[in-house]
């Protein structure tokens, strides 16, 4: 079976970094570049007229900043998946940018190969985080006042089955696939399983899982 042909938009005011990762797009079949931009508002116009399957976003940009065209996207209701790719390690810049609804944040310096894999995880509906980091929203998230376990989230065993399907990185689409069950009806689950654990994104529910259902607690 050919996999579907992935169509990619990399906006990144660095133009050394992003023909490197033109070059490492087209290394791999699946994916085709349709678009590149130097700065957010220029790529955030690009997004509106290609609306790619998957947008490679810097953080840092001189106009207009990475989250500012996350958002964007966001209250344009794309379907789009936005990867966050930046030098920045910061746990306030993480928290942000997942909380803001990024599908992923990757940092630069990771190896090619590490990248190529992680871009093909978010491809297919996976949520991608650089491996160094997920210990800094399990910090960020321990800071808050969240229920310890499942029992005192009260949620039921549809909700739990959800959790852990988000804790495995897959999208609402891929869940309703597992479970057989309407892509609408995944989605009001997920509503009901942030707002018990007190949560704003399911990257953060995914962390949450970690911590305290898979650890046992």
């Known amino acids: 079976m050919t ?4 169509t990619v938009v990399i906006i990144d005011d660095h133009p050394l970094f992003r023909k490197g990762l033109v070059q490492l797009l087209r290394a791999v079949k699946r994916f085709q570049l349709v678009g590149e931009a130097a700065g957010g508002e220029e790529g955030f116009t690009c997004v ?6 998957l947008l490679l976003l810097d953080l840092n940009m001189r106009d207009m900043s990475g989250l500012e ?6 209250q344009a209701d794309l379907d789009t998946r936005v990867v966050m790719v930046t030098v920045s390690d910061a746990a306030e810049d ?9 599908d992923g944040y990757l940092l630069k310096d990771m190896e090619p190969e ?3 894999e992680a871009l093909e995880a978010a491809a297919d509906g996976r949520i991608v985080v650089s491996d160094n980091l997920t210990h800094l929203m399990a910090a960020a998230l321990r800071k808050d006042a969240r229920p310890e376990s499942v ?14 399907h988000i804790a495995g990185g897959l999208s609402n689409k891929l869940i309703a696939r597992e479970l ?13 399983v942030l707002r018990k654990l007190n949560l704003r994104s399911r990257v953060e529910a995914a962390v949450w899982a970690v911590e305290n259902v898979r650890s046992g607690r």
Do not use: N, S, Y
Request: aromatic residues 0%; hydrophobic residues 50%; without cysteine.
């Open 3 to 6: 996999e579907k042909l992935q």
């Open 180 to 192: 057989d069950i309407a892509e609408g009806t995944v989605k009001v689950h997920v509503k009901h």
């Open 94 to 102: 993480l928290v942000a940018a997942l909380r803001a609804g990024a």
């Open 48 to 53: 509106l007229k290609l609306r790619p399957d």
């Open 114 to 116: 590490a990248m190529i």
């Open 151 to 164: 029992l005192a989230a009260g949620l039921t065993e549809q909700e739990q089955r959800i959790l852990e």
């Open 69 to 74: 065209v996350l958002r964007l996207i966001k």
